[in-house]
């Protein structure tokens, strides 16, 4: 496989979602792209970040990819 140039970089934006989980978003609706495609990273050692986790919201149920590059769940 060859080479690729890099066209764009994106630079995520702190934001919460669901119940106030703090993450950072990667990609969104907000750039143009499919309103179901979101990219976010969530990167902290507080589990109190992440407490309140995702009630009852219009997607719930699609499809999700998770990756987890170091820790635990």
Same mark, same amino acid.
């Given at each position: 496989?060859?080479?690729?140039?890099?066209?764009?970089?994106?630079?995520?934006?702190?934001?919460? $979602?669901?119940?106030?989980?703090?993450?950072?978003?990667?990609?969104?609706?907000?750039?143009?792209?499919?309103?179901?495609?979101?990219? $976010?990273?969530?990167?902290?050692?507080? +589990?109190?970040?992440?407490? +309140?986790?995702?009630?009852?919201?219009?997607?719930?149920?699609?499809?999700?990819?998770?990756?987890?590059?170091?820790?635990?769940?």
């Amino acid at each position: 496989m060859g080479s690729r140039t890099v066209v764009s970089t994106v630079i995520g934006r702190p934001t919460s $979602d669901g119940g106030g989980v703090r993450l950072m978003r990667m990609i969104s609706p907000e750039q143009g792209l499919d309103p179901f495609l979101l990219l $976010d990273e969530f990167n902290s050692a507080s +589990a109190d970040d992440y407490i +309140a986790g995702f009630p009852s919201h219009p997607h719930r149920g699609f499809e999700t990819v998770t990756y987890m590059l170091d820790g635990h769940m």
